[in-house]
């Protein structure tokens, strides 16, 4: 069940955010993403959850991660400078497995760039930003429904996998009001995750690919939250042999469970001979492109990923097997097309259409691109 | 000429700055990197150059965009939580192309990690790590005479590109004391900005390539510093054609100058049938083991890059024509691999050795990885 | 008409904000005053009303003066640290001469000292803790329906006389539950500032006693808000004229006022030899000493300020006239008593009942202080 | 010895302090006190000695703290804002007692004030600016000789009570260039604490009037340093007894050696009818009144308190006794004429000129003012 409204793309991840049992937001304003911010100030204190505006990004997300190790699903938003400046506390919940959810509304950069225009230039950023080894999940929905689902998902996947969950969006996705389906909260599929009742908790014991067992505080259980390594019984460990696991731990709990995190959509790719690999704002111009081309009789198809991190490297080459070129379209100066040179088959040809001065590109561009190759 | 002295990597890369002209260093402490912050404290007073110890690692790059705006050459030194807190501000020095040198000496990450232990694991974050796209220009020494001279070259090439340059160490580079010929200054080849006289100054106004017209502030002429994007006169300008003018110009102006950029050394390539691609720390141990190798009969070689970014694509691609495998041995858990990965032919054989538990590589690991390829 | 509730002073003192209008908090929780903020983190966003918890006590007070400038009745509560944090402000609100009101429950001191044990010792503090000479409006209530009615009365006070009014409590009166008749708001007189509009506008071109016209933001008004001083027209100046009539200027809007600022309550002093001058907690004390007093035949009568700056000379030194002895009971060592001491007529006798350990005074020592006198 | 020199008032006082072994300063530079650090960021690096500029007032304070703790003599220099903001901590400093001095240049206030025209508008504020009972030891030198003398005092009595010390300047005598005789180190007479070496450390075991033991960190003893009372052994305590104890012992401290610390210069009080109560900059023009007054056969005297606080009441009594008038002088509406008031003999004439639009007093206002009388 659902109901039908016009809402801004903000607006929709904030309703997205509720529905998915988000009961903290800490956040700083900043443009394109202020809306997020400002929708959960008004409807959070309504329905007993807690919002509240930090002095900053640093601090936004510290208070994240307080109060996700308290129990609670929490969101931030914020746009690119925000978000580098969260980088060295992401780091930090991706080291002591804090679930959260980040809203990056990409617009112009580098620095203060241009805030009221799109991009998508935060791509590898979202993979690499701070510092040291770590796993990323990262979502880019592209149209209205996808941005509920995606954002329910983000939280979903932070429950489960004891992640940061990063959901990129761009200037125009986030902007544009349009019509969409709500689902009623009944409907939505919410993952929750359950506090352990732990005899004897060693809290980093567990086997590659296992989820944390995470007890609540307060419950006589001997939990120590920092940012360095740890043993099995939680004592901070530099020796070689824990290092080595725990690092192993935090990538593979990710990596292990590539077919659940990985989602991605594919248009006209049966007897594609061209495909296009786009994302975002950038794969609705495509979508549209590929109707036009196959009009006049262009055998184009899309594969718009939705999870961008970890990257879909396995479903990507089986489709290179079938195609002759792949065209990337990104508002970028080339970031995920590295990302498909690397995966490509040598034999398949790639062009990236790229443009990263706040104009997205319109579907006619696309398919002169398309012509063109 | 030179003095031959026993010293310590960090102090190598002080005294190194200060043989390039460095005059202010402005920077928060933290291990494994304090030592240059301590010799820069305590040397260049006496210089009647300025040292200030800042509050934290925002300030510490902020004091040294404003230095460097004012003339001066500056420098900050750092470790992974520090680097992450940087990334805002790194971006904003892009933006508005600022010369300024950061030291990152890799600890153990993500996040705290393990302080004491190395890690070659930022330096994807050294390319990807603020928002928006920006080029990056990031070097990477090995041996205590690299230590010199990379932190000469780092300085030299923010003054003649106006772009932040990163020195990447390691913790084993960095606090080993080693035997090293110190150029006298004279010998050292120092590269300075001269500010412009300039009639009708047009600041952003110019060609692909071209380094923008400096000025002094106070002469009269007319500067505008932010993060936004310009027009040619300086103006902040959302206009779509001038902002793709400034974002190719940012680019180009490194991009068309890799000849000068990228440098690297090669080991018994020639006829090496597997090349191991190693830097830092672990091109020592693959140095060792290329020597090693060949006494076994083995024909390894070394590719040891001393810029890491702009990646060197072309002569790697070159020396990818004559060897039928490449290992690439670093201190993290892949990241220049992809690059490697990405730049490789499909013939070549591609193999790994990655390890990121505070422990480097001994030569006689990296032997037995070429032996079981 | 009221309700008759048990509430605990903190409680009753922000409910009495919010039936004065007060429709903006900002704080930091400190004890013993956090269920101030608590009740208004629930109850304002019911109202439409607004609630933020800032990072810190310079930046709630600083909120405070914003949204006052921007016609919101502001409020912040906190203690002894956060008091002396906020004095920087508290200097930029007189001078920019911004209505808000403060809460200080007093703990002992100095420093973090006990938390958690009521003090009178910021009494002096709330009068000159900031520098420069500057009005100081000081409201201290002792008992439950005071409370209500003197938190009133500092807004109303703040809204007419353009400065920022100080309620001081103790730990006991704004912790202990008590009895009180909550007045329903339509019986709560309320004063409230009505922008003016102004044909010509000179903001601080006016006459010894009166209150500076104030504008609305954003209705073509030159309003310049700053903490220099000013000539009649807005504009910094540091002439001494104008200098000389804008610190009388602050001065006399309150020292004209007395009448209608200074409130105090008298018991039992028309016949009285032996005097009491207490406040706060100590009065409590000391009313009760006093009927006991009575009851042994001693002709004893309390004084009890309300009012503790603009200290209440004028009456004070009326009351001189008519008795022997004065006894000061305060939890410091020795602060109003001061001000007694230099108010009184030489042939009066005084004394001081001083304690600063925690506890506060009970009537049996209130009264053994008046026998031995 | 000595030599003769002419020096701004702020740089005999930073003279000053080096010659009384302050090897630490951290400040934050503000007019006009400003050549205070600028004197001693070039001078103390020279000496082996620590400079440091922090962030804020705050931080400036926080480190010199942490610096006397340490074994530091430690300085800081501010105006009327800054000092405001030092409020919380100079708190901390009394309670954890700890040495060290603060130098206040008064300048116009209050807030912003008048940055560059002098003030004597932060007296009271000097007493009492910190929440919570204190001691307070203030020293207002007047003429460049006493710049010099109370300066190296404010050292010795920091370092001998144990307490911070607040040097009062204003505007005119900090930055006036004067004739003065600096005398060489070996003439200054310097105090310095001597860490204890104490079998059995009971470090608030102690007498009132005894200052407190103080050991070296790092030797083995049990050290707490917090802003909390504490029982003999250093245990937080807030038990009535101790609490009692301890405040005695803070005051006491001070007040049972007001001989060695308060110090005051009188001229012409032998036969003096008419006496002026002035210090800092008004002192200058009242001591030059005084000389016209007597040309003019008026029998007028000077008494000029070095130290402020504690406010000297007895040699003040002692001098009521004899005259018939007294003139307060000072650049506020009226502060340390309060005090006067409350000390003076009931048959003594009172009055004040007061004035703050940032002029000083000729001495021929004051000769006026004194004929008025």
Redesign the interface.
């Known amino acids: 069940m659902s109901q039908r409204q016009v809402l801004q793309g903000n607006i929709i991840v904030a309703k997205a955010a509720l529905a998915a049992g988000c009961d903290f937001f800490a956040g700083y304003p900043i443009t394109p993403s202020s809306e997020i911010a400002q929708h959960m100030s008004k409807e959070m ?2 329905l007993g959850r807690v919002f ?4 900053d990004e640093i ?1 936004s997300l510290g208070a994240c991660i307080g109060a996700s190790l308290a129990g609670r699903k929490t969101l931030t938003a914020t746009s ?2 925000g ?3 969260m ?2 506390h ?3 919940a ?3 497995e804090v679930p959260l959810v980040i809203v990056n509304v ?1 617009r ?7 805030p ?2 799109p ?1 998508q ?2 791509v ?2 979202a ?8 796993p990323a999940i990262v979502l880019a929905p592209a149209f209205s429904d996808e941005l509920f689902s995606e954002t329910v998902r983000a939280f979903n996947l932070a429950e489960k996998y004891w992640n940061p969950v990063v959901l990129l969006l761009d200037e125009v996705i986030a902007k544009a009001h349009e019509d969409i389906e709500v689902p009623v909260d009944e409907c939505v599929d919410v993952f929750c995750r359950e506090p352990n009742r732990i005899e004897d908790l060693n809290i980093y014991d567990r086997k590659l690919g296992e989820q944390p067992p995470r007890v609540d505080f307060f419950e006589g259980y001997p939990i120590h939250v ?4 740890h043993d099995a019984h939680g004592w901070p460990s ?1 020796e ?2 824990t ?2 696991k725990m ?1 192993q731990l935090r ?1 593979e709990k990710v990596y292990q469970h590539l077919d659940d995190i990985i989602r991605f959509k594919e248009y006209e790719l049966d007897d594609a001979e061209v495909m296009i690999f786009a994302y975002g704002v950038s794969a609705r111009s495509a979508l549209a492109a590929v109707k036009l081309a196959r009009q006049q009789g262009i055998r184009a198809g899309l594969f718009q990923p939705l999870t961008v991190w970890p990257f879909p490297d396995a479903p990507l080459m089986e489709r290179m097997k079938r195609i002759k070129k792949v065209l990337t379209v990104e508002m ?2 080339g ?1 995920l097309a ?1 990302e498909v ?2 995966v490509a ?2 034999d398949v040809q790639r062009r990236a259409l790229l ?5 997205p590109f319109t579907p006619a561009e696309v398919l002169a691109a398309l012509k063109e190759f």
């Open positions: 204190p309504k509240i505006q930090m002095e601090a690119g400078p978000f580098s400046l980088q060295e992401i780091g930090f991706v080291m002591a990409m112009g950069g580098p620095s203060t760039g241009m009221t225009k991009a230039s935060d590898m950023q993979r690499w930003g701070t510092h040291g080894d770590h920092d940012g360095l390594e530099f070689a042999k290092v080595d690092q990538m970028n100066m970031q590295l040179d690397r088959t040598p443009r990263v001065n706040g104009n």
